[in-house]
């Protein structure tokens, strides 16, 4: 007799790889949870201490999992040398890689909002 065991992998896990993947993307200054992160953050570190566990970081990163689809949604800052919309993509791309390599999941949607361009501090001319 075989026995077959079945993996679940809870999504405050997939929220943390798909923040650390978000943040290794050049262009991306910092995660931003925003209003509805921040209570969603709140609320799963509340239910992680409960358990006992540390909290994972994942602040500005959302994961809903529903119907066998998987999406990933990523509130960020990024670089002001940088356009906003490629550092998106590139995280996009980033983040559905990492988390099939890490958790053997698929994502089907991952969805990226700029909150902010974080400006470069201007450089001084030569000889001032």
């Known amino acids: ?19 650390r993947a978000a943040l290794a993307t050049p262009g991306v200054v910092r995660l931003e949870p925003g209003l509805v992160g921040l209570v969603t953050a709140w609320t799963r570190a509340a ?13 500005g990163v959302r994961v809903r999992s529903a119907d066998g689809r ?5 509130d960020l800052v990024t ?5 906003a919309a490629a550092v998106g993509r590139a995280v996009q791309r980033s983040v559905t ?5 890490q ?3 698929a994502v089907t949607e991952v969805l990226v909002s700029v909150l902010d361009i974080d400006p470069v ?3 001084e001319p030569e000889g001032r």
Do not use: C, F, N
């Not at 007799?1 to 923040?19: F, G, K, L, N, Q």
């Not at 239910?47 to 602040?59: I, N, S």
């Not at 998987?70 to 990523?74: A, D, E, K, P, R």
């Open 1 to 19: 007799m075989t026995v077959e065991a079945e993996y679940v992998i809870a999504d405050p896990v997939v929220a943390s790889v798909a923040a």
């Open 103 to 105: 958790t053997g999941l």
């Open 70 to 74: 998987l999406t990933v949604q990523v």
């Open 47 to 59: 239910r992680q201490r409960w358990k006992g566990l540390d909290p994972a970081p994942a602040d």
């Open 97 to 101: 890689r990492v988390v099939a390599e």
């Open 79 to 83: 670089s002001g040398v940088d356009q």
């Open 121 to 123: 501090a201007p450089i």
